[in-house]
């Protein structure tokens, strides 16, 4: 008996299988993928940080709800986070977002219209930091509690979140960069595994922190990085380069700051407009070097949505220097000699404004034109139509006829702008023959060929007209000569062509009415029509027609006809009209009337 009792215990003390996995189980988070879809489907794919913190607020919410981790009811009472808490993956995903809340929030501070004050910028501060301590404590409780690779993701996330706030603070620039540089290299390990989503999101976000860890070699000195290389940097789209962007955006705009105090004048057309408002100079600084990109040896290279781009930030800059002088125009008082220069300064901004305003329609021109030239864009967007370049060229006319009534506006008017002037009118003259040449094209696609041959014969005497004018210039603008003399060997071509099938129609009319005719029947059935698709599927032909010409597709008989179907047979029952039933009067039952009914009759 004793021995069966020590067997027993030496059986129940005896090493026991390995079930620490079941005692302590280790969580997985996808932590970069979880946050990319979350940021993405919540607003930052439009930057919109507001609307992503709000969902943060509501995640948290039904997470405490679920997880009835609540911190009292009516008085707040402080409940701990550490690895005892954490008995399910949700609690993990409670400290990531609360740190994605605090950093939202901080990132919502910085996307302030004029930028964050200092009491403003205190508190964005401090939300980073409230970032920072979630994010490390979601660092130590995914090393405790989750698998490697969430503990690796985790690590990565803090250091982006430590370097982030180092880099609002603008200091400790080599800690920020061991941060970075840290997060970079765990990201492009974890993108040599999983599947593809997971390595292409690991690689996006190596290009997001690259421009971060450039900033800071470049703060420190380790590397010489050009301004031209920093706008490159931040033209990169993503939410982890907005901090970076407002960065640099703050950087241009205080050496813009210090640069607008030698710019003391603008010139323009021979005259020389002082300015006073550092604003102004600001703006008007901020447009020159925009201009520059248009204008210099890389221009050619740029694409043309980033040209557009430009465009779009330059007229956003005249206008708001524009604003600027009007402001002070209406606190200058009664002193004509500032008035004047700041009517004159004016005056040369709007024209500086008009001019570029031309030419951003001259480059939708050009794209409009390449599209009608291939009738598709690569993309399958839908077919460029002559009728949007006839519209485009009525903006044109009106931006040229603005910039010429501006210029020749004032009494005291010198050569150089009576110059100008005349150029204005030149070109929309030149303009007036493209627009011509367009709405004749028009005109020729919907069949009418009569409009279509008088539209190209003004076509082409107005080009020849604006032709001359530029030849007789002492300056001669090569490229729009070149363009007129294309345009009028195009419009007399067009107009042969126009003249020829005008002829070949109405020489075929008699013939396509005699067949129409032909084919008419007094039954309504066109005996000739073209059989449906339905009726033909032995032979590969198309029922769609061509794409240039709109008519029906013949598929099938639309809605179908009616058909005669057998039905049920009808029973009428003919011998029941021929019965003669018995009289059943005897078996009814008689009323019985009384003295009272009687009475009532």
Request: net charge positive; charged share 30%; glycine share 4%.
């Amino acid at each position: 008996m004793v021995k069966e009792n020590e067997v027993a215990a030496m059986e129940i003390e005896g090493p026991k299988p390995n079930n620490s996995d079941q005692i302590n189980p280790r969580y997985s988070i996808n932590v970069l993928q979880l946050l990319k879809s979350a940021q993405m489907q919540h607003g930052l794919r439009h930057g919109d940080y507001a609307r992503y913190r709000r969902y943060c607020t509501a995640r948290l919410r039904r997470l405490y709800k679920s997880l009835k981790f609540t911190h009292g009811r009516g008085k707040y009472t402080r409940r701990a986070m550490n690895e005892s808490t954490v008995t399910e993956v949700r609690y993990l995903h409670l400290v990531l977002y609360t740190a994605e809340r605090a950093w939202s929030h901080a990132m919502e501070k910085r996307q302030l219209l004029d930028g964050p004050n200092a009491k403003q910028r205190i508190y964005l501060i401090g939300r980073l930091r409230k970032a920072v301590k979630w994010a490390d404590l979601f660092s130590r409780l995914c090393a405790a509690k989750g698998d490697s690779r969430t503990s690796l993701e985790a690590e990565a996330y803090a250091s982006c979140m430590n370097g982030l706030l180092l880099f609002e603070q603008d200091r400790n620039w080599d800690t920020a960069l061991k941060n970075f540089i840290s997060a970079r290299a765990v990201y492009e390990e974890l993108g040599k595994y999983g599947d593809l989503e997971n390595q292409v999101l690991c690689r996006e976000r190596v290009e997001e922190l690259e421009p971060s860890v450039r900033y800071c070699r470049h703060k420190i000195g380790e590397s010489n990085l050009k301004t031209s290389e920093l706008l490159q940097i931040g033209e990169m789209e993503g939410p982890a380069l907005d901090l970076f962007k407002a960065k640099l955006e703050a950087a241009m705009a205080e050496a813009r700051s210090q640069q607008a105090a030698s710019l003391t004048e603008f010139r323009w057309l021979g005259h020389r407009f002082p300015i006073s408002n550092a604003k102004t100079r600001v703006s008007i600084l901020k447009a020159q070097e925009l201009e520059k990109d248009l204008h210099g040896p890389a221009a050619d290279s740029l694409p043309v949505e980033k040209k557009l781009a430009v465009f779009d930030k330059i007229y956003t800059a005249y206008q708001e220097a524009r604003s600027f002088i009007r402001s002070d125009l209406a606190s200058a008082g009664n002193a004509d000699s500032v008035k004047d220069d700041l009517n004159g300064l004016d005056k040369a901004v709007g024209a500086v404004l008009g001019q570029r305003t031309i030419e951003r329609n001259q480059l939708l021109v050009s794209i409009a034109k390449s599209k009608l030239a291939r009738h598709r864009d690569d993309k399958n967007e839908k077919v460029t139509k002559p009728e949007e370049l006839v519209r485009l060229y009525d903006l044109l006319l009106q931006n040229t006829g603005d910039l010429s009534d501006l210029v020749s506006s004032g009494r005291d008017r010198k050569p150089e702008e009576v110059a100008f002037s005349e150029d204005c009118v030149l070109r929309s003259m030149a303009f007036r023959a493209q627009r011509c040449f367009y709405l004749a094209k028009s005109y020729s696609s919907a069949g009418k060929r009569t409009e279509a041959f008088a539209l190209y014969c003004h076509a082409r005497s107005l080009a020849e007209n604006a032709l001359k004018k530029f030849q007789t210039m002492m300056d001669t603008d090569e490229a729009m000569t070149k363009e007129l003399k294309t345009l009028y060997n195009e419009c007399r071509a067009n107009s042969c062509i126009e003249h020829a099938t005008g002829i070949m129609e109405d020489e075929k009319a008699p013939e396509n009415l005699s067949k129409k005719i032909s084919t008419i029947s007094l039954s309504g059935v066109d005996k000739k029509a073209e059989k449906f698709l339905v009726e033909k599927l032995d032979v590969y032909e198309s029922a769609v027609g061509e794409p240039n010409v709109k008519s029906v597709p013949r598929i099938g008989v639309f809605p179908p006809a009616f058909q005669s179907i057998p039905r049920n047979p009808i029973v009428l029952d003919l011998a029941y009209n021929c019965i003669d039933f018995p009289s059943l009067e005897n078996r009814m039952k008689k009323d019985k009337k009384g003295f009272i009914s009687r009475l009532w009759r």
